[in-house]
């Protein structure tokens, strides 16, 4: 039986794939990965500006435009030209092949999907898209989050959270002595109170670019942790955040609002779920002042030979959450320890270069 519902799976993917990317019989003018590559190479040579190419296409198609971000949910604007431009040959590509308006692409999507995979496991169908994102991604020279897998692959997350949700919430309604209209109208006040609330949504069930990353930087503590000196709880917050600053460029002024519509600050929202603790009163202000904290003792690493990571070993192994881990009165630790925490960063640097092309 197992089989046979993968075998089912595997058909029901190839179905919307196919669909999305292949039916070149249908679209003589089929852009294919070599023209759009060659396309790519003219973005990147006209501008590094952010929000160049899509002010450009905004211009020239308005109501397409409103379209592709209102399907992605993505503000383009603050996108680097290169993603706006993947996004946009993407939605382009798949509404074409599907003969399908770009408004309707995630309705029909998710109309046709629910029709024909009841009965399927979700983690095998997440596991069977993960892998046809990457494929997807590597046959057009895209970026994963930036395919039509990517997108689907995204819906069916925030469906499938949504669902948990209700169920979660029609479980508990249905253990109270209530008739089924005022459960009903329970469950829609409930339901209107989170959304209005402005509560940061949880963003850690996807599989977008910065869940990856937050999930790279856990496996760097756990490098860490094994390839040095095992670290305490409050020591693999501290290199989490450590980790984060080899992998994402994050700004050191976040405050209690964010915009979603950016990758930072999604991953920023994620490492604060993760750092969040009781010993710490101020989680944003503590992450933005050791990404800065790490950010320095990073360069003064790459620019000294002399420099050591003394103060980082301090912020890992003797007084995590302090205020100015850069300030130490006594270090009784041996030299040794300091050249071989020096040379397991080095390594990490290349663990991380390698994990990235994989995930990425």
């Not at 329970?186 to 999930?215: H, T, W």
Request: net charge negative; proline share 3%; with cysteine.
């Amino acid at each position: 039986m197992t089989i046979i519902i993968i075998a089912i799976v595997v058909c029901v993917l190839i179905y919307f794939l196919v669909r999305s990317n292949k039916k070149e019989e249908k679209a003589p003018r089929q852009m294919q990965p070599a023209d759009l590559m060659e396309l790519t190479k003219k973005v990147v040579a006209q501008s590094n500006k952010k929000g160049f190419y899509w002010q450009d296409f905004k211009n020239r198609k308005p109501d397409q435009a409103a379209d592709i971000e209102a399907l992605t949910g993505k503000d383009l604007s603050k996108a680097t030209d290169i993603d706006a431009f993947q996004i946009v040959t993407t939605v382009q590509r798949w509404s074409q092949n599907a003969g399908c308006p770009i408004n309707k692409l995630k309705d029909n999507f998710l109309k046709e999907f629910e029709a024909i995979s009841e009965g399927m496991e979700y983690e095998k169908i997440v596991e069977m898209m993960k892998n046809k994102r990457s494929e997807e991604a590597a046959h057009f020279n895209i970026s994963q989050d930036n395919t039509v897998s990517a997108f689907m692959l995204q819906w069916l997350q925030e469906k499938h959270q949504k669902e948990s949700e209700s169920s979660l919430l029609n479980s508990i309604l249905d253990k109270l002595d209530m008739s089924e209209d005022e459960k009903k109208r329970m469950f829609d006040s409930i339901q209107e109170k989170v959304e209005s609330s402005g509560l940061a949504p949880d963003i850690s069930g996807y599989d977008r670019e910065e869940n990856r990353l937050i999930a790279l930087a856990e496996e760097g503590v756990d490098f860490i942790s094994t390839n040095y000196k095992p670290l305490n709880d409050q020591g693999r917050t501290e290199a989490l955040i450590y980790c984060t600053t080899c992998l994402i460029n994050l700004p050191t002024n976040y405050k209690n609002e964010l915009d979603l519509d950016k990758k930072e600050d999604r991953y920023f929202l994620l490492l604060h779920d993760k750092v969040l603790c009781d010993e710490i009163d101020d989680v944003p202000a503590f992450i933005n002042s050791r990404i800065g904290f790490y950010n320095e003792q990073k360069r003064k690493l790459a620019n000294s030979p002399m420099y050591t990571p003394m103060f980082i070993y301090n912020a890992f192994y003797m007084n995590q959450f302090c205020e100015h881990p850069e300030i130490l009165r006594d270090f009784t630790e041996s030299p040794i320890e300091l050249i071989m925490m020096n040379a397991v960063l080095k390594e990490l640097d290349r663990f991380f270069e390698t994990r990235k092309r994989e995930i990425l």
